[in-house]
T-cell receptor, first 113, second 112 residues
Framework: EDQVTQSPEALRLQEGESSSLNCSYT??????LFWYRQDPGKGPEFLFT???AGEEKEKERLKATLTKKESFLHITAPKPEDSATYLC??????????????FGKGTKLTVNP | KAGVTQTPRYLIKTRGQQVTLSCSPI?????VSWYQQTPGQGLQFLFE???????NKGNFPGRFSGRQFSNSRSEMNVSTLELGDSALYLC???????????FGQGTRLTVV
């Protein structure tokens, strides 16, 4: 069965304290890996797409990396406004030539000032 | 460019009732997917529609159904509501596949 596991479930950081979030996956037919940010009561906001091992993407204080079995979301010198739940999703080939996203349960990040 | 729009934002229904949720995708997007999000299970895939055809379906009972119209707008219907159906229902749209799907703000359904 396709599985996506995110760790830790929750992370508290002080402003400026860098850290990494992990997303490990056991799937067949990976087509891509996605990172989203979700604020309370809102829909997920797309951050990055990674397609092959070794690929890296950056946006402001965030950098996402991908290996054959996991992805990391590195947060450098975070600010309180980075507080959110970060979701990882793998894109798989589904029936009928379509695709689907399988999500992890997320990491809730809190950055204290 | 307008994003994905979901209506209504909030709903309170009674057990046994049925409900219809609506999703308007980003202009030009032909794929619409629906997800259920709960604190315990996270985001779970319900189904995907592309050009008015259901291409893929998740592991949910037949009480959950959907459709897509020729303008790519989609509706999701849940019949005979149960307490466990209380969740945030999210719609996502993309040009073709699920990749890079853009989400709406969701509809918060509470079943009492």
């Amino acid at each position: 069965e396709d599985q996506v596991t995110q760790s830790p479930e929750a992370l508290r950081l002080q402003e400026g304290e860098s850290s990494s979030l992990n997303c490990s996956y056991t799937v067949s037919g990976l087509r891509g890996l996605f990172w989203y940010r979700q604020d309370p009561g809102k829909g997920p906001e797309f951050l990055f797409t990674l397609y092959s091992a070794g690929e890296e993407k950056e946006k402001e204080r965030l950098k996402a990396t991908l290996t054959k079995k996991e992805s990391f979301l590195h947060i450098t010198a975070p600010k309180p406004e980075d507080s959110a739940t970060y979701l990882c999703a793998v894109q798989l080939r589904a029936q009928g030539g379509s695709e689907k996203l399988v999500f992890g349960k997320g990491t809730k990040l809190t950055v204290n000032p | 460019k307008a994003g994905v729009t979901q209506t209504p934002r909030y709903l309170i229904k009674t057990r046994g009732q049925q409900v219809t949720l609506s999703c308007s995708p980003i202009s030009g997007h032909r794929s619409v997917s629906w997800y259920q999000q709960t604190p315990g299970q996270g985001l779970q895939f319900l189904f995907e529609y592309f050009s008015e055809t259901q291409r893929n379906k998740g592991n949910f009972p037949g009480r959950f159904s959907g459709r897509q119209f020729s303008n790519s707008r989609s509706e999701m219907n849940v019949s005979t509501l149960e307490l466990g159906d209380s969740a945030l229902y999210l719609c996502a749209s993309s040009w073709g596949g699920a990749g890079g799907a853009f989400f709406g703000q969701g509809t918060r359904l509470t079943v009492v």
